[in-house]
């Protein structure tokens, strides 16, 4: 449930900046922000159970989505060079990412 709040939170951002005229890349990067704070509280407070303090947790977390931010910038970049559509590389970008996402989260960040 956390990873579909997440990704709501940075496809609704997302949505709202292409809509308004914002590249679909920065667009999709802001909304990734969005989502990233979303799934920063639900995964401390709900799912994991840290063995440090938040502030421990916090910088993890910041190094690893700051990571995840390039590789989703990247990714969906290179698909939509390579032609895709928009909102079609997004949901491959993150279906890709989602499991690095939960390896990076579980074995290092909320560790």
């Known amino acids: 449930m956390t990873g579909f709040l997440a990704v709501a939170a940075h496809y609704a951002v997302m949505y709202a900046l292409v809509r308004a005229g914002t590249a679909g890349v920065p667009a999709s990067a802001v909304g990734f922000v969005f989502g990233a704070l979303t799934r920063f509280a639900l995964s401390y407070w709900h799912i994991f159970a840290p063995t440090r303090g938040v502030r421990i947790a916090g910088l993890r977390f910041i190094l690893a989505i700051a ?37 990076a989260y579980r074995l290092w960040v909320f560790r």
């Open 67 to 103: 990571l995840q931010l390039a590789l989703n910038s990247l990714l969906l970049a290179g698909l939509l060079d390579q032609g895709m559509s928009l909102w079609p590389a997004q949901v491959t970008t993150t279906i890709v990412l989602t499991f690095v996402n939960y390896l």
